[in-house]
């Protein structure tokens, strides 16, 4: 852990600590975001092309490389791959399937600021994400309207330092952790000046497809102030999580930060007890818990992903049955209007 100080002279442009951030900004920058590209990367056939081009072009393909390299060459249904790939049934219109399933739209307490549960608010740092995840709710989010800078972050911050019932806050984006560490650090500092707050969280998925990006500079703000730090990760299979992910994990862990992750079931991707039990597994080698297991959110464009709830209620039921309770994620469903995630009875059959 190192001292306020040391974090002050870090956001000064020091030469290394450039090169470093350079480091998985550069990885950021070399994303895949051509169809065309990502398929030849991977040997696949370009009757995939057509498809792929027009639902990249409602919600674009990003993905970036070290991702890319844990995707099975020539297998059109890895389950990495079907994550980041536009698929045609994509523009497929299914009823019940929305642009802001959540209601995060009409949650906005502030500029960039969520406020739906009690005791905890969330930020939107940062606009986009590393990946973009074929099923996520976000997909039709207008983040530029949500910017939080200057005058909304100052608004922003009045409002959590007004309302003594919060004891939490959330980065949360889109995916906080691409912004630089200078700007965190100094935002982590405001938040440690508001008494009532107990705890700093991160919700980013950056560990799990960029793991470049948990180094020193970013564990020194995140442990640096009074805030007890817990960062929830995203990943969805197993396959996700290789050596490299691993150790950064590991990392997080070693320097005081709780790591949590949380997954969405995903037909074709993750629908079974088996390979849900094998994310658990490798999480908590490299010491993460597993936290919440989403139901999908109903949004435009993702309907193909869908896994009804009678049958996630008996997938996890069966994990129950299997695993230590600690490695059964809590299976939940978000509803708008609702005071907190809605947990889904499971099925757990004798
Ligand atoms: C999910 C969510 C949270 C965090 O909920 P937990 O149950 O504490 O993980 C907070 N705010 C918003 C707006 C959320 O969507
Ligand atoms: S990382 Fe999270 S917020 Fe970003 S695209 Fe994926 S699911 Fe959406």
């Given amino acids: 852990m190192i001292s306020k100080t040391e ?11 450039r090169c470093a951030e350079e480091g998985w900004r550069g990885e950021l920058s070399r994303a895949v975001s051509d169809p065309e590209e990502l398929l030849t990367m991977l040997g696949l056939p370009r009757e995939l092309l057509p498809a792929a081009t027009a639902a990249a072009r409602r919600f674009p393909l990003r993905v970036p490389r070290g991702f890319v390299a844990r995707m099975r060459r020539g297998d059109p249904n890895d389950p990495l791959l079907l994550q980041v790939l536009p698929l045609g049934r994509e523009l497929e219109e299914v009823a019940g399937f929305v642009g802001d399933p959540v209601g995060d739209l009409s949650a906005a307490a502030a500029p960039g600021l969520l406020h739906k549960y009690q005791g905890r608010a969330l930020l939107i740092v940062a606009g986009g994400c590393a990946v973009n995840c074929r099923y996520c709710f976000r997909r039709e989010f207008p983040y530029a309207d949500h910017p939080l800078t200057g005058a909304a972050q100052r608004q922003a911050l009045r409002y959590l330092a007004a309302d003594p019932t919060l004891s939490e806050v959330i980065l949360s984006g889109g995916d906080p952790l691409l912004w630089g560490d200078g700007r965190l650090a100094a935002l982590a500092e405001e938040l440690a000046r508001i008494p009532h707050l107990r705890r700093l969280r991160v919700h980013t998925r950056l560990p799990i497809v960029l793991p470049e990006r948990v180094d020193d500079r970013l564990l020194g703000w995140l442990t640096g102030t009074r805030l007890q730090p817990v960062m929830v990760v995203h990943a969805n299979h197993p396959r996700e999580i290789d050596g490299a992910v691993a150790a950064r994990l590991r990392r997080l862990r070693e320097a005081g930060v709780t790591v949590l992750n949380q997954a969405v079931l995903l037909a074709g991707i993750n629908n079974s007890a088996a390979v849900l ?11 993460v818990l597993p936290y919440y297991l989403h139901l999908l959110d109903r949004v435009r464009g993702a309907a193909h992903f869908e896994v009804e709830k009678a049958r996630a209620a008996r997938i996890v039921g069966e994990m129950a049955t ?19 995630k809605v947990p889904v009875e499971l099925q757990v059959s004798a």
């Fill in 277 to 287: 039990g094998e994310l658990s597994e490798v999480l908590f080698a490299a010491g």
């Fill in 322 to 340: 299997q695993l230590p309770g600690y490695l059964v994620p809590k299976l939940v469903r978000e509803e708008a209007g609702q005071n907190a």
């Fill in 7 to 17: 974090l002050v002279a870090e956001t000064l442009p020091v030469r290394e600590d």
